[in-house]
């Protein structure tokens, strides 16, 4: 049984109240973590903006030397990291080995790097006889919070810039999912100054204290829309920096000219890449008039040929949905479909142990049914029938969420149109789901504002300060 704690100021600190961890592939109790309170809370920005007092200080070469040693630890404990993250999430132990800790481990070393080569306007006379420049600066103290689907990833996703940029942080995983991230912060307190990386583990009560806690100068989140909502107007009661990746309803615009086959598998597997629960996930495809109905079938037939199962089941795409929250929020969103929908393949529950859900394809739905315009979430790929390019783009747009989408045809001039037409933060063209860490990740409208990884990524992280001096007196 695993005992988590938090990671507050250098050393592991239980709270008073514990909840336990489940097993999503089985639905047992394999441990228990803090649900940290106000107190535990306190205590960690505390020890945060102590340190911050001299990390702010040390040299993007020390911090980008402190992180480069940070992901070759991580590195050389990788088995242990994946043990961890599969068996807090379900996720399927060898796909976790090649596609999540090895990006990871990249993206450490891409801010590490990043540290050292944050750019400005040059130092200038805009004003006779006055030097003015500009200074990137640490915001201070950053409070941040965590999702279930990617612990292991978005916590990286979040700390890498943070420290890069000179910053102390205090991140909260989610109540399900700690695991992972508590212990990237037990490795980290071996390269980083006590109280720069702080973790406390809890529920939405304590995601509520993160954000509402005075010290922080700023709070980013990765989570649904409605947390989005909630963060947002708590820390404009005093102004806080927000930065929200949110939710997404990902389009995926397949037009006739592509082969269909080549274009369901790659679909197939960006839709059920960790059971569907991606803000980014290929769930949401717009396929081109009689070509629809091939599309369909053929994306049917690779649902049937998906396999799933335990963590260490070879050959699998996907274990189990997170909790059993997911399990029925997935089953009511299924149970809700119109009756001019239909099922092509899946639709259920698989099995009666642990929380799994069959591949499934929907066909039939129209614009404005829920399964189109709400996030499920889920290992659930839905079929639309468009007409013409501008039907294509219309319905693609017609969410309120502007994430992720891709555009899928041989036509070079209709990829550049359609891309610049759509709106969406992220436009993969003949593919869907690739993540570089050079790239930024992040939406419009309802799926947030602020951007991950990139240098734009780092640039969220910092402060600009204009500098004036009166070279005359």
Known sequence: MRHVQN????RSVDAAERADLIDPATGAVFGSAPVSGPADVDAAYRAAARAFESWRDVTPADRQRALLHF???IEARAEELIAAECENTGKPIELTRTEELPPAVDQIRFFAGAARVLEGRGAGEYLAGHTSYVRREPIGVVGQVTPWNYPLMMAVWKVAPALAAGNCLVLKPSDTTPVSSVLLAEIATEFF?????NVVCGDRDTGRAIVEHKI??????????RAGYEVAASAAKDLKRTHLELGGKAPVIVFDDVDVKAAA???????????????TAATRVLAAGGFADDLAAALAEQARNTKTGAPADDDILYGALNNANQLDRVGGFVARLPDHARVLAGGSRQGDRGYFWEPTVISGLRQDDEAIQQEIFGPVITVQQFTDEDEAVGWANDVEYGLASSVWTRDHGRAMRVSRRLDF???WVNCHIPIVAEMPHGGFKHSGYGKDLSMYGLEDYT???HVMHNIDF
């Open 193 to 197: 100054p006590p109280g720069v990386f």
């Open 463 to 465: 402060r600009l300060k």
């Open 71 to 73: 992901a070759d630890a």
């Open 216 to 225: 922080p100068a700023m709070v980013s989140i990765t989570g649904s829309t």
């Open 7 to 10: 990671v507050i100021d250098g």
């Open 425 to 427: 933060g992220c436009v």
């Open 265 to 279: 598998e790659n679909i197939a597997v960006a839709g059920y890449f960790n059971a569907g629960q991606d803000c």
